[in-house]
């Protein structure tokens, strides 16, 4: 059974930066993708950032400029580096590890909260 695990998140004030990771263990299938997402209260779930096996990556438009992400699909992990994060950015973070066609997989979240 696969088991994904994001940390890094926390509180900074507007301006600031935070980095997430995910990491993935305990898989024996391939990753075909892992995918950064976020959910504020009160919002849907959102799409923000990912990776794919191969070397792609892409960000939403909301955050290009802002944030990077990065990592290997073939090491189990991603990396997502937030910069100039504003009060919109605060929501729970999630990470997805997509093993097409086997499944997928969810880590718990964590909380960003971007606050003055």
């Known amino acids: 059974q696969a088991r994904v695990v994001e940390s890094g998140g926390g509180m900074v004030q507007p301006g600031g930066s935070l980095r997430l990771s995910c990491i993935c263990s305990?898989?024996?299938?391939?990753?075909?993708?892992m995918r950064w997402y976020r959910q504020a209260p009160g919002r849907q779930r959102e799409l923000v950032a990912a990776?794919?096996?191969?070397?792609?990556?892409d960000t939403i438009d909301s955050v290009k400029g802002r944030f990077i992400v990065s990592g290997d699909t073939a090491k189990d992990r991603m990396y997502l580096e937030m910069n100039s994060l504003k009060p919109e950015d605060t929501a729970k973070y999630f990470c997805?590890?997509?093993?097409?066609?086997?499944?997928?997989?969810w880590g718990q979240g964590i909380q960003v909260t971007v606050s003055a």
């Open positions: 997805s590890v997509d093993f097409t066609p086997m499944g997928e997989e």
């Open positions: 305990g898989s024996i299938f391939s990753i075909y993708a």
């Open positions: 990776i794919t096996r191969g070397g792609g990556s």
